[in-house]
């Protein structure tokens, strides 16, 4: 560790850095307290010049009274006393998690919907019946039993399936498609909804599939949120990526370049 950590001013919300004295460097190291210093001063350097309004303020203060229990205006300055805060660092202080809310609005806000098409194939949810089975002769006469009605697809999946959809009759999800093996998601996309797939190998196994439903995803509030946060943690990890080698090793990222193996 280098005798002084250099951080952004971020309780006053500066953007120029200022040395931390060793003997505090210490400290937060002897508590494993510098990834949060670091993460915090990154976002901190980010929301700088981000502001609220004034009635945006007093609510923020608000919550940040009720929360802490200061009813009074002698336990507010007590706290602010206790913790060396000045009002204007207090209002930072209460109003943090909105101006990063406003920053992600104005970094990515207008960017939303084009993301969001995009991607939206990931968003998108399925359910559906699975069978696997490790033998593909047991595949196939599963299969058969299903085509010809002599069995309900429900009751072989949860006498035959060896995964963990046999305690539901073989239903999975809703799952969105981003969340599935590529290859296998592929598979589902291409299937019409309600018609039993032929066994196919998938790893080990072989699976017998039928859609139930595709749910579409929507642009709503909550992706919104959603993708607003996506974006936001991605350029965090840019942002991780810029630290110094030494601060790189107390966030935990591996600066060490990959090992080629040689062929035996």
């Not at 598979?187 to 139930?212: H, K, N, Y």
């Not at 974006?231 to 370049?257: C, R």
Request: aromatic share 10%; proline share 3%; charged share 20%.
């Amino acid at each position: 560790m280098t005798i002084a950590l250099q951080i952004g001013d971020a309780y006053n919300g500066r953007s120029s850095s200022t040395a931390l004295p060793t003997e505090i460097i210490s400290f937060l190291a002897s508590y494993n307290l510098i990834p949060q210093l670091l993460s915090q001063t990154i976002i901190e350097s980010a929301i700088a010049l981000i502001t609220c309004t004034q009635a945006e303020t007093s609510h923020a203060l608000e919550q940040f009274y009720q929360q802490w229990d200061l009813t009074t205006k002698q336990k507010i300055q007590d706290w602010c006393l206790r913790y060396g805060l000045t009002q204007e660092q207090l209002e930072l202080f209460a109003t943090r998690k909105l101006r990063v809310e406003k920053f992600k609005q104005a970094t990515w806000g207008h960017q939303l919907e084009s993301y969001f098409l995009k991607y939206k194939r990931h968003f998108d949810k399925v359910i559906y019946s699975l069978i696997r089975t490790e033998n593909r002769g047991t595949a196939n006469e599963l299969f058969f039993r299903i085509t010809e009605g002599e069995q309900s697809f429900a009751e072989l999946a949860h006498e035959y399936s060896q995964g963990p959809e046999a305690d539901t009759n073989g239903i999975i999800g809703p799952v969105e498609l981003g969340s599935i093996t590529p290859n296998f998601a592929q598979l589902l996309c291409t299937s019409q909804v309600g018609i039993v797939q032929a066994p196919v190998p998938f790893g080990e196994s072989w699976v017998i599939v039928r859609v139930e439903k595709f749910i579409s995803a929507q642009l709503d509030d909550f992706m919104r949120q959603r993708l607003l946060q996506e974006n936001f943690e991605t350029w965090f990890k840019q942002q991780l990526n810029q630290l110094s080698p030494e601060e790189k090793t107390w966030m935990g990222i591996n600066t060490k370049p990959a090992q080629v193996k040689e062929a035996a």
